[in-house]
């Protein structure tokens, strides 16, 4: 594999068609098409940015919009990717025609868990195989593999619920939508060796800086790591005004400086030069801004277990109603409400058997 040591990425800035109001063969057919269009908009940004251009990231979902109203099986039947589905197909043979790496976001099934649905950041690579592929870990109101834990490790293992791919543009990892506002996940992302965070969102823009703005640019500094940010060119099809998320797809280098921002729109004005010489160099630097050096692991693994927060398996052997997600964060904030008024570390919840699905209410 020849490396590269530096190169232009892009985050495509494409609005993103919804089919929350379609029906199932429907909305199939339109995710098919914004393929299609979205394909057109890949190769007019890699023929701008030039035979550099090894890197495109697209929007998060940016082929079905996010569910709204849709339970969790009419969503999965709707809107979620099979892996070997021709969707995929398609952004492969794009990518294979590109010459580039392309991540893709989306909804997708998997036939181990029949029931649910994940949200994934895969990304394609020049030949068209699938050199990462990361679920989305949290989500307010949608599955991830932490609810159903156990069975997930015994099927795939740790290496593939945090995946660092080594490819020849760097070390890739994606973070997800929200993602970007939790340091402990890029953190443990960047301690596996992630040199390029890929950032798929669908987010509220502002002139002022906005959490996921101000997380994208602490994010890089302390993991000493780029972040290719795609933002929405705009959201169509749902009641929801369509550029209320739209712009700022933004490319950080590893030292928080926005070296490109897209305005609101579709666009693809996000580009800049990926230096992976440079931050390969300034890992190996000692002083004060070599943060990942000064991390103490074992010191916040131990402080860390004793806190009762988020379960793991609460979904295991159920199909859950919408109304699960807020009843779960309701009992989440009780438990940190009574720790906080305590003052006092929590012990860590055990579960009496594998099985146990009832999360506390």
Known sequence: MLEESAYHAVALQVATHAVNPLGVAEAREVMLASIDRIADQARGARSWVGPECRLIVLPEYVLSGFPLGDTV?????????????????????????????????AYESDRHFPDLYFQASVILGPTGDVVLRYRRLHSLYSPSPFDVWDRYLDTYGIDAVLPVARTAIGNLAAIASEEILYPELARALGLRGAEVFVHSTSEVTSPQLTPKAIARRARAIENMAYVVSANSGGLRGIAIPGDSTSGGSEILDHEGRVLAQAASGESIVAYSEIDLAAVRRARKRPGMLNLP???????????????DIERPNSLEGRTPERSFFAERQAAVLDRLA??????????PH???SRNNTTPEK
């Open 73 to 105: 099986p009419g969503w999965r039947e709707k809107a979620a990717l099979d892996p070997d589905g021709p969707e995929y197909e398609k952004f492969a043979a794009l990518a294979a025609e590109l010459g580039v790496h392309l991540v893709v976001n």
């Open 338 to 347: 009574a720790a906080r008024e305590s003052g006092a570390a929590q012990e």
């Open 293 to 307: 050096s000064r991390v103490k692991t074992g010191l916040w693994a131990q402080e860390y277990a004793r806190h």
């Open 350 to 352: 055990r579960e009496p």
